[in-house]
């Protein structure tokens, strides 16, 4: 498998679920990234890893917390979510110079 | 003002058509820029980026930088049905940097 895959492609859960997203990418990359796309909203970065250590958290409430075991795997633990987190969670990669690839997303609908 | 700004569209081109596609930004610090093309329903996908004043080619594309003005374009030549998609800009301070800051996107459609 190639570039960076996600799964699951379609989540819908409770607001008391705990769920997980998982990300890997096979780029060679040493930057993951987590982003939030909403209808009519800019990307939103929600978190960085370079080398497995988180560079950034970019305000996210602590419903959302991210885990990279690796420079390749990267996962986002979601617990007590509210409807308004419903939305596309996109992972990406990059080197630490270079734009960012995408993965093809999770859709993530909040009950 | 947003920090990176997009007419949302949606953008109407005849096929075979020059389509023209704008982006400004507000922070003269910026120095990396990407074009990110997504269809509906899909990720982002990247198709140029350009770093220096001026144009820069790949196939159809065309980026335009002028940081003078904070502004940078895609152009698409010979416009295909396929091209109908929402293109995303991108921005960065540097070229390494972890922030980079998207627009809203350009929805194109591309008219047979």
Same mark, same amino acid.
């Given at each position: 498998?190639? %570039?960076?895959?996600?799964?699951?492609?379609?989540?819908?859960? %409770?607001?008391?679920?705990?769920?997980?997203?998982?990300?890997?990418?096979? *780029?060679?990359?040493?930057?993951?990234?987590?982003?939030?796309?909403?209808?009519?909203?800019?990307?939103?970065?929600?978190?960085?890893?370079?080398?497995?250590?988180?560079?950034?958290?970019?305000?996210?409430?602590?419903?959302?917390?991210?885990?990279?075991?690796?420079?390749?795997?990267?996962? *986002?633990?979601?617990?007590?979510?509210?409807?308004?987190?419903?939305?596309?969670?996109?992972?990406?990669?990059?080197?630490?110079? %270079?734009?960012?690839?995408? %993965?093809?997303?999770?859709?993530?609908?909040?009950? | 003002?947003?920090?990176?700004?997009?007419?949302?569209?949606?953008?109407?081109?005849?096929?075979?058509?020059?389509?023209?596609?704008?982006?400004?930004?507000?922070?003269?610090?910026?120095?990396?820029?990407?074009?990110?093309?997504?269809?509906?329903?899909?990720?982002?996908?990247?198709?140029?980026?350009?770093?220096?004043?001026?144009?820069?080619?790949?196939?159809?594309?065309?980026?335009?930088?002028?940081?003078?003005?904070?502004?940078?374009?895609?152009?698409?030549?010979?416009?295909?049905?396929?091209?109908?998609?929402?293109?995303?800009?991108?921005?960065?301070?540097?070229?390494?940097?972890?922030?980079?800051?998207?627009?809203?996107?350009?929805?194109?459609?591309?008219?047979?």
């Amino acid at each position: 498998e190639t %570039g960076v895959t996600q799964t699951p492609r379609h989540l819908v859960m %409770g607001m008391t679920n705990k769920k997980s997203l998982k990300c890997e990418q096979h *780029l060679g990359h040493n930057a993951m990234y987590w982003y939030k796309q909403s209808a009519k909203k800019p990307l939103e970065l929600m978190f960085v890893y370079n080398f497995k250590e988180q560079t950034e958290n970019n305000s996210v409430p602590s419903r959302f917390s991210p885990e990279c075991p690796n420079s390749s795997h990267l996962f *986002l633990h979601l617990h007590t979510l509210q409807p308004e987190d419903s939305a596309l969670y996109l992972c990406a990669s990059s080197q630490t110079q %270079g734009a960012r690839y995408f %993965g093809p997303g999770t859709r993530l609908t909040v009950t | 003002q947003k920090e990176v700004e997009q007419n949302s569209g949606p953008l109407s081109v005849p096929e075979g058509a020059i389509a023209s596609l704008n982006c400004t930004y507000s922070d003269r610090g910026s120095q990396s820029f990407f074009w990110y093309r997504q269809y509906s329903g899909k990720s982002p996908e990247l198709i140029m980026f350009i770093y220096s004043n001026g144009d820069k080619e790949d196939g159809r594309f065309t980026a335009q930088l002028n940081k003078a003005s904070q502004y940078v374009s895609l152009l698409i030549r010979d416009s295909q049905p396929s091209d109908s998609a929402t293109y995303l800009c991108a921005v960065a301070r540097n070229f390494g940097n972890e922030k980079l800051t998207f627009g809203t996107g350009t929805r194109l459609t591309i008219i047979p």
